[in-house]
């Protein structure tokens, strides 16, 4: 039982928490903020993990039908219930005293986060296309949690960088469960054609550069900052190889896709080399 609980914490997708620390990386100030930056990293792995657990009992007897999912230990009976239940209140419990102690702004926003999964967990899941946004929603709460750690204000093209790149990642991922498990996966898939989603991942993608080259010139200040400016490069690779990725059903787990794809990763290093340089790192 010990066993299934820490799996159902879900350690591998504590990577999507690192987004807490974008905002103050981007205004420079992640060196001498880092320890209220770090507790509010924290904190959020502690909700996430709140919401997965949530989750898994929400979604158990779908997850028994799922090729892959039917051995999570809520679905098949490793990890009870009650007692994934039990953890989950108690992890939300501690991420919203922790984010009460790190920031007032930082805990309305880590309820907010409880609330929205909340919802998704007991009903919203079934809604297309609120599903997807309330996904999204999650990464874009991160980013905002960590400027509010930092107490640094948020650029709106930083912002709508992470809302569309979330967008699309959402709608990759239900991309892929309906490519994997069709009908038999999700009830909301059978809402879902793959040309919709795609439609969808597109307009999240176009976005994400859209806004991330305004942003970049708006960091660069016109004073010609050329490494921030190039870094759109990677950034457009790293976006165009995911929608691939996407296309051959390979983004059910993003967290995933991005560790396991060599290009992906290179993209992903180039742009932080330029970015980390461009704003004197």
């Not at 909700?47 to 809520?74: E, Q």
């Not at 501690?94 to 930082?106: F, P, R």
């Not at 990642?169 to 009908?183: I, P, Q, W």
């Amino acid at each position: 039982m010990v066993a299934g609980l820490i799996s159902s914490l879900r350690l591998r997708q504590w990577m999507k928490n690192l987004l807490v620390l974008a905002a103050p990386a981007a205004a420079g100030v992640l060196d001498a903020r880092w320890p209220s930056v770090l507790a509010a990293t924290v904190v959020f792995c502690a909700a996430s993990s709140a919401v997965y657990l949530a989750n898994d009992v929400a979604d158990a007897a779908a997850d028994r039908t799922h090729p892959v999912k039917s051995g999570r230990p809520v679905a098949s009976g490793a990890l009870p219930a009650p007692v994934a239940l039990v953890a989950s209140a108690v992890l939300a419990a501690v991420a919203l005293v922790g984010a009460a102690l790190v920031d007032a702004g930082a805990a309305w926003i880590v309820g907010a986060y409880l609330a929205v999964h909340a919802a998704y967990s007991l009903g919203a899941k079934h809604v297309a296309v609120l599903d997807v946004m309330m996904v999204a929603s999650g990464f874009v709460l991160r980013a905002a949690a960590g400027a509010a750690a930092a107490d640094v204000p948020v650029s709106s093209w930083f912002m709508a960088v992470v809302a569309f790149a979330a967008l699309a990642v959402a709608a990759g991922k239900r991309a892929s469960e309906l490519a994997r498990a069709g009908d038999a996966g999700r009830s909301v898939l059978r809402d879902y054609t793959p040309g919709f989603l795609a439609q969808v991942q597109t307009l999240g993608a176009g976005g994400a550069l859209v806004a991330y080259v305004l942003w970049a010139f708006e960091l660069s200040g016109g004073d010609g900052s050329l490494a921030v400016e190039l870094s759109a490069v990677p950034f457009a690779l790293a976006l165009l190889r995911y929608l691939l990725l996407s296309a051959h059903g390979r983004t059910e787990a993003p967290e995933e896709a991005i560790l396991s794809d060599r290009v992906l990763a290179a993209a992903g290093a180039a742009w932080a080399l330029l970015f980390a340089v461009g704003i004197g790192w």
